[in-house]
């Protein structure tokens, strides 16, 4: 899960969830100390437990610091997608926060995070994999890409999250509130979050042929993005 305000200069900690409460890529690792909130469920999902957690004892308070040093009032409107993941009772959290759930079946039409953050954020993701990839595989006596993909571990993949979180602009976090408060975003005439996507992924390309996987095509790193949505 990420999230950010409309004004885009707040970046709410990526939520991390995995299977297994201490994995052995994080053993000996103080869970506090990463990029993201690390929690976890049975299968790897959201739940609504985890997201009542993440709500009262994270992101509340990062959005209560946030307005604290910008001298703003408390008071909050998260505006989140309809799932039996992100429960009713979740607004009973704060007095001055206020939830509002999408209608279903509205979310690719509405959500802001939907109209280019999360498709930046996976371009951004995967192009940092790769470079990872040809750096690691790069001259003499290094890993062949099989070591690197078995070496690949959850602490690395943390680590290329928070980086590839850092890597979306302002810009594109402002810019996606349009259809929801199109009076309030600044009209960037010269950028639109679904170009910059698309140069993203026009570099996965070439890093892709670079590192000797011959054929992939615009349409084959698409498919990649579609394959890790859920």
């Not at 409309?6 to 506090?32: C, E, F, Q, T, Y």
């Not at 698309?198 to 095509?217: H, K, P, Y």
């Not at 615009?218 to 394959?227: A, G, M, N, P």
Request: net charge neutral; with cysteine; glycine share 4%.
């Amino acid at each position: 899960m990420v999230g950010a305000n409309a004004s885009g200069d707040l970046k709410l900690k990526p939520l991390m969830i995995h299977r297994h409460a201490n994995p052995r890529a994080l053993r000996g690792i103080v869970k506090s100390s990463l990029g993201v909130y690390y929690r976890y469920s049975k299968r790897g999902w959201m739940t609504a437990q985890v997201c009542l957690d993440i709500f009262s004892n994270a992101y509340v308070n990062d959005i209560k610091k946030y307005l604290n040093e910008k001298n703003l009032a408390f008071k909050v409107l998260v505006i989140m997608d309809s799932a039996p993941s992100h429960p009713p009772m979740i607004a009973e959290l704060d007095p001055n926060v206020h939830f509002v759930f999408l209608p279903a079946r509205t979310t690719s039409l509405l959500q802001p995070l939907d109209q280019g953050v999360i498709g930046a954020f996976k371009a951004y993701y995967l192009r940092r994999t790769f470079k990872m990839l040809i750096d690691a595989t790069d001259g003499e006596n290094c890993e062949t890409v099989m070591e690197f993909w078995k070496n690949y571990n959850l602490r690395m993949a943390i680590n290329n999250i928070v980086e590839a979180w850092n890597d979306v602009s302002k810009r594109c976090l402002h810019r996606v509130w349009r259809k929801l408060i199109p009076d309030l975003i600044c009209d960037f005439k010269d950028f639109e979050p679904s170009a910059q996507i698309c140069e993203i992924t026009e570099s996965c390309v070439q890093l892709a042929n670079r590192l000797g996987f011959e054929g992939v095509e615009y349409q084959d790193i698409e498919d990649i993005f579609e394959l890790s949505t859920g």
